[in-house]
């Protein structure tokens, strides 16, 4: 049996394809997550469409993937014959004004340098409080989360695939699994690389089943 009643049984969860601005930021620091849009590479497309024939996206019933073209590029490569609902509520985390900007240049710059030397102000990066200008921080992604899930149908029987993006997805699962917040933060979220989550309907609760936490490893 694939599917429970009253619950979404299985959730499968994607990170994106390696994109042409993953390549860059491995030379140059520059803030590029959020709304940023860059093309999948020749790699991510292929890993991609590589994906399609894993054994936990074979019985997919419905599709979602964040609005952000990395992401709904790697959902139409991966799985060509279904629908795919876009949806702003998985977009990335917006890092604001900073992002596509230089790490050196901001931290230069006389209205942005003490988001690098205020030891509050840091945590916009990695936190719950501060955020970049005009950006986000994780509780404004958790938000986004659970009205995700609060806009599903979880009196059908189905399999989800979920197309998003890190921060995201460490959110996803801080919300599912009810994950330690500041641990969810470094947990290290593989390109193409399917996190399986399975109802138990005894615990009525989600579970990792694939990967373990032990192999998303701690960053």
């Known amino acids: 049996m694939d599917r429970v009643n009253g619950v979404v049984k299985k959730i499968v969860i994607v990170r994106h ?92 710059h006389p209205m942005y340098s003490k988001y690098f030397v205020d030891e509050a102000l840091k945590k916009f990066r990695h936190g719950f409080g501060p955020r970049a200008p005009k950006g986000e921080n994780y509780s404004d992604v958790l938000e986004r989360i659970e009205k995700f899930f609060a806009s599903l149908d979880l009196t059908s029987e189905k399999t989800v695939a979920i197309f998003s993006h890190i921060c995201v997805i460490r959110c996803i699962l801080m919300y599912t699994l009810k994950l330690d917040r500041y641990k969810a933060l470094k947990l290290h979220i593989p390109n193409c690389k399917p996190i399986v989550l399975n109802y138990d309907l005894s615990n009525k609760r989600y579970k990792l089943a694939e990967p373990s936490l032990e192999e998303l490893k701690y960053i």
């Open 17 to 108: 394809g390696q994109t042409e601005m993953n390549i860059i930021n491995a030379t140059r620091d520059l803030f590029v997550c959020g709304r940023y849009n860059t093309p999948l590479t020749e790699k991510g497309i292929l890993d991609a469409k590589q994906l399609s024939g894993n054994e936990h996206l074979k019985n997919i019933d419905e599709v979602y993937s964040s609005d952000i073209s990395r992401a709904y590029e790697t959902a139409y490569n991966t799985l060509p014959e279904h629908e795919v609902v876009l949806t702003e509520h998985l977009r990335e985390r917006s890092l604001g004004v900073f992002e596509g900007e230089s790490v050196d240049e901001l931290k230069n």
